[in-house]
């Protein structure tokens, strides 16, 4: 993750030659992108700058060093499918950004405006879809097991975003069913990156099986952070708003573990005051919220849980060989939880 990591000086190497497999994946990502159509081609550069961590593409290229074997000539082993399979992964998760500030009629994305705040929720509509057709046609020149692959985390993608959406405004939602939404709303794409990454390397199916394990588990710690960063963080540093999962009625673990283990008198106050989010949030709701919920121990709770999976995550990898690239893993994997944007 670009500008996130602290990287010990013997993986300095690696990372110098991540960000080159990065600067590929961007080249063919933006090749992919293209539009004879001046308004649309405007519209693909405008997604330029919704790129952030490019999580699933350092996935996709380090699972594919880590599963190649003890290579040090790492440009090499990052594969020109390895490149394709990564911009597919991140096309795929930009459309849902894209969508997501639809969605939550967000204004602003990386410190900058939204598509739809410029243009119009239908124009973000049809860019989304743009970018999911440009990442299948993409996908075409692969090979039909990956398209495969990229369209069962599709997916489950979108069903978990359904089922979110059934679940809006449901403040009586148990843990399960969170588990469910953004086990398939975030880990699944993540998951399959890393998979991919590896079976493009020649890994057995075993091991495949396990580096996506690890990229399921490190995907569902990714939203938990998520959603905390959405309740304590700061937008100046987030480069977006904050709050939106209380002002559009999305249920997030701390407050669903709160609810759960509140007297009823402090799941009544909090019942208000999510009420009131919904309706108009200020920084003295938001203040009453992060306290109740750190009364009962929540915020702890979900970060014990997202610390816990990095840790079986982490315990994936012991099946790979040591290596730079596994090495590398482990610091994304530890960073994923101590990130604050």
């Given at each position: 993750?670009?500008?996130?990591?602290?990287?010990?000086?013997?993986?300095?190497?690696?990372?110098?030659?991540?960000?080159?497999?990065?600067?590929?994946v961007?080249?063919?990502?933006?090749?992919?992108?293209?539009?004879?159509?001046?308004?649309v081609?405007?519209?693909?550069?405008?997604?330029?700058?919704?790129?952030?961590?490019?999580?699933?593409?350092?996935?996709?290229l380090?699972?594919?060093?880590?599963?190649?074997?003890?290579?040090t000539?790492?440009?090499?082993?990052?594969?020109?499918?390895?490149?394709?399979?990564?911009?597919?992964?991140?096309?795929?998760?930009?459309?849902?950004l894209?969508h997501?500030?639809?969605?939550?009629?967000?204004?602003?994305?990386?410190?900058?405006?939204?598509?739809?705040?410029?243009?119009?929720?239908?124009?973000?509509?049809?860019?989304?879809?743009l970018?999911?057709?440009?990442?299948?046609?993409?996908?075409?020149?692969?090979?039909?097991?990956?398209?495969?692959?990229?369209?069962?985390?599709?997916?489950?993608?979108?069903?978990?975003?359904?089922?979110?959406?059934?679940?809006?405004?449901?403040?009586?939602?148990d843990?399960?069913?969170?588990?469910?939404?953004i086990?398939?709303?975030?880990?699944?794409?993540?998951?399959?990156?890393?998979?991919?990454?590896?079976?493009?390397?020649?890994?057995?199916?075993?091991?495949?099986?396990?580096?996506?394990?690890?990229?399921?588990?490190?995907?569902?710690?990714?939203?938990?952070q998520?959603?905390?960063?959405?309740?304590?963080?700061?937008?100046?540093?987030?480069?977006?708003?904050?709050?939106?999962?209380?002002?559009?009625?999305?249920?997030?673990?701390?407050?669903?573990?709160?609810?759960?283990?509140?007297?009823?008198?402090?799941?009544?106050?909090?019942?208000?005051?999510?009420?009131?989010?919904?309706?108009?949030?200020?920084?003295?709701?938001?203040?009453?919220?992060?306290?109740?919920?750190?009364s009962?121990?929540?915020?702890?709770?979900?970060?014990?849980?997202?610390?816990?999976?990095?840790?079986?995550?982490?315990?994936?990898?012991?099946?790979i060989?040591?290596?730079?690239?596994?090495?590398?893993?482990?610091?994304?994997?530890?960073?994923?939880?101590?990130?604050?944007?």
């Amino acid at each position: 993750m670009r500008g996130v990591l602290e990287i010990p000086e013997n993986l300095l190497p690696l990372q110098a030659a991540l960000a080159q497999g990065l600067a590929r994946v961007q080249s063919r990502f933006d090749s992919h992108l293209e539009s004879d159509l001046p308004p649309v081609a405007r519209l693909c550069r405008h997604v330029e700058r919704y790129r952030g961590k490019m999580l699933r593409p350092s996935l996709t290229l380090l699972c594919g060093l880590a599963a190649g074997g003890r290579s040090t000539d790492f440009d090499a082993a990052m594969t020109e499918v390895h490149v394709s399979v990564a911009a597919v992964c991140e096309m795929v998760h930009m459309a849902t950004l894209v969508h997501d500030d639809v969605l939550d009629e967000a204004d602003t994305r990386r410190s900058g405006q939204t598509v739809n705040r410029l243009h119009g929720n239908e124009t973000a509509v049809m860019l989304g879809d743009l970018l999911i057709a440009s990442a299948f046609r993409l996908c075409a020149t692969i090979d039909a097991p990956t398209a495969l692959a990229v369209g069962r985390a599709s997916v489950e993608l979108c069903e978990g975003e359904l089922l979110q959406l059934h679940h809006r405004d449901s403040w009586s939602i148990d843990e399960p069913t969170y588990f469910e939404i953004i086990n398939r709303k975030t880990a699944a794409l993540i998951a399959v990156a890393c998979e991919l990454g590896a079976v493009h390397a020649g890994a057995d199916q075993q091991l495949a099986a396990s580096l996506a394990s690890f990229g399921r588990r490190l995907g569902v710690a990714f939203q938990i952070q998520d959603d905390l960063l959405d309740l304590l963080g700061e937008r100046s540093i987030l480069g977006k708003p904050v709050h939106k999962d209380l002002e559009k009625g999305k249920p997030t673990l701390p407050v669903i573990h709160h609810l759960a283990t509140a007297s009823s008198r402090e799941r009544s106050r909090m019942l208000d005051l999510l009420d009131h989010a919904a309706i108009e949030m200020t920084h003295d709701d938001a203040d009453r919220i992060a306290e109740a919920l750190r009364s009962t121990g929540s915020i702890e709770h979900a970060r014990h849980t997202a610390k816990s999976l990095v840790s079986k995550a982490i315990e994936e990898l012991s099946r790979i060989p040591e290596s730079p690239a596994r090495d590398l893993l482990r610091v994304m994997a530890d960073a994923v939880v101590s990130r604050s944007r």
